[in-house]
T-cell receptor, first 111, second 117 residues
Framework: GQQLNQSPQSMFIQEGEDVSMNCTSSSIFNTWLWYKQDPGEGPVLLIALYKAGELTSNGRLTAQFGITRKDSFLNISASIPSDVGIYFCAGQLQEGQNFVFGPGTRLSVLP | GAVVSQHPSRVICKSGTSVKIECRSLDFQATTMFWYRQFPKQSLMLMATSNEGSKATYEQGVEKDKFLINHASLTLSTLTVTSAHPEDSSFYIC?????????????FGQGTRLTVV
């Protein structure tokens, strides 16, 4: 089946630093979603992207739908302790199809 | 965003018994619901997809007789783990998707931690 790769697998950053992570695939997607999962909880939708090149912000989070439609990026500015968690990207090949999830990026924020 | 409620959040059951997990969309009609399983430090593994009023579509390797899914209404889907064994212990998460004007993103429930002893 389709696979998504997320990079980095995990990262440790200092509070206040900016964070960048990405999601790549060999396939072209028409929708990208970014979720955050706290320990013991279900994923929470952060940002949804529907058009190539689209740049969308949600507070300190900004995500972009790559021009090639094979990748997406998520940036977090001025990280805080509550940003800790696992960030998953999910891609949809075509309208109506199921989303494919990446393996996640585990973020740790050091005070 | 839309709210999806999953119940119970934690359950411990004896080996050989069955456990039912509920997933409800509280403020929208969920045309499709998904059930995932997540092992520690791993991503979400899709188990099955269910559309209201239809039989669920199971992913390869998922036993349909063991993981019974019912999606009887546009706001409720249930997953029943039958004759549970310790290896069924896991984190089970549902998500629901409705038709929206823009996009078809799915919203997740809080998850259910199942422990079979």
């Amino acid at each position: 089946g389709q696979q998504l790769n997320q990079s980095p697998q995990s990262m440790f950053i200092q509070e206040g630093e900016d964070v960048s992570m990405n999601c790549t695939s060999s396939s072209i997607f028409n929708t990208w979603l970014w979720y955050k999962q706290d320990p013991g909880e279900g994923p929470v939708l952060l940002i949804a992207l529907y058009k190539a090149g689209e740049l969308t912000s949600n507070g300190r989070l900004t995500a972009q739908f790559g021009i090639t439609r094979k990748d997406s990026f998520l940036n977090i500015s001025a990280s805080i302790p509550s940003d800790v968690g696992i960030y998953f990207c999910a891609g949809q090949l075509q309208e109506g199809q199921n989303f494919v999830f990446g393996p996640g990026t585990r973020l740790s924020v050091l005070p | 965003g839309a709210v999806v409620s999953q119940h119970p959040s934690r359950v411990i059951c004896k080996s050989g018994t069955s456990v039912k997990i509920e997933c409800r969309s509280l403020d929208f009609q969920a045309t499709t619901m998904f059930w995932y399983r997540q092992f520690p430090k791993q991503s979400l593994m899709l188990m099955a997809t269910s559309n209201e009023g239809s039989k669920a579509t199971y992913e390869q390797g998922v036993e349909k007789d063991k993981f019974l899914i019912n999606h009887a209404s546009l706001t409720l889907s249930t997953l029943t783990v039958t004759s549970a064994h310790p290896e069924d212990s896991s984190f089970y998460i549902c998500s629901a998707r409705g038709l929206r004007v823009v996009g078809t993103e799915a919203f997740f429930g809080q998850g259910t931690r199942l422990t079979v002893v």
